[in-house]
T-cell receptor
Framework: EDKVVQSPLSLVVHEGDTVTLNCSYE??????LLWYKQEKKAPTFLFML????IEKKSGRLSSILDKKELFSILNITATQTGDSAIYLC??????????FGQGTRLTINP | NAGVTQTPKFRVLKTGQSMTLLCAQD?????MYWYRQDPGMGLRLIHY???????AKGKVPDGYNVSRLKKQNFLLGLESAAPSQTSVYFC???????????FGSGTRLTVV
């Protein structure tokens, strides 16, 4: 069965800390992995990772994919209260659908 | 462009009632999806469609039906609502399934 597992499920840190969120996957016909940030409504797109070992960066966020070990990480440096959200990873399976992980609820305290 | 529009945004149903959730996209996307999101469980795929007139089951299809009579619309039906269907429902679409997923803003459904 296709499976995406995120860890930790919940994380509370202080503003300014650096966090690492994990995502492992076992998906048939894997194509790419996506990261989303979800605040109150729809998930908003962060990164799409297709190639192994190539880091993608956007400001304080970065992410990398390891297709040999079947996992991805999302790093956030110098966290701010606005980073508080649920972070979702999802694997594109068979170029047809997304399989989501459970999400990591990140809380940044001032 | 409106993107993906879901209606209604909120709804309260009594057990046994039926309803239809509408998802409309104006991006000429081929693929459309219905997900439900429950606390601590991420988004789970209910049904999806890879083109007009086609539908397929996802991971949690029981209790739901769908139709894609027009390319721009994907309807999710609940024939006899149950409290277990209380959830937030998201619709998404993409051109080719390989990326570029656009999500609607969600429908919060409560079944009492």
């Amino acid at each position: 069965e296709d499976k995406v597992v995120q860890s930790p499920l919940s994380l509370v840190v202080h503003e300014g800390d650096t966090v690492t969120l994990n995502c492992s996957y076992e998906v048939t016909n894997f194509r790419s992995l996506l990261w989303y940030k979800q605040e109150k409504k729809a998930p908003t797109f962060l990164f799409m990772l297709t190639s192994s070992g190539i880091e993608k960066k956007s400001g304080r966020l970065s992410s990398i994919l390891d297709k040999k070990e079947l996992f991805s990480i999302l790093n956030i440096t110098a966290t701010q209260t606005g980073d508080s959200a649920i972070y979702l990873c999802a694997a594109i399976q068979g170029a047809q659908k997304l399989v989501f992980g459970q999400g990591t609820r990140l809380t940044i305290n001032p | 462009n409106a993107g993906v529009t879901q209606t209604p945004k909120f709804r309260v149903l009594k057990t046994g009632q039926s309803m239809t959730l509408l998802c409309a996209q104006d991006m000429n996307h081929e693929y459309m999806y219905w997900y439900r999101q429950d606390p601590g469980m991420g988004l789970r795929l209910i049904h999806y469609s890879v083109g007009e007139g086609t539908t397929a089951k996802g991971k949690v299809p029981d209790g739901y039906n769908v139709s894609r009579l027009k390319k721009q619309n994907f309807l999710l039906g609940l024939e006899s609502a149950a409290p277990s269907q209380t959830s937030v429902y998201f619709c998404a679409s993409t051109m080719d399934g390989a990326g570029g997923y656009t999500f609607g803003s969600g429908t919060r459904l409560t079944v009492v």
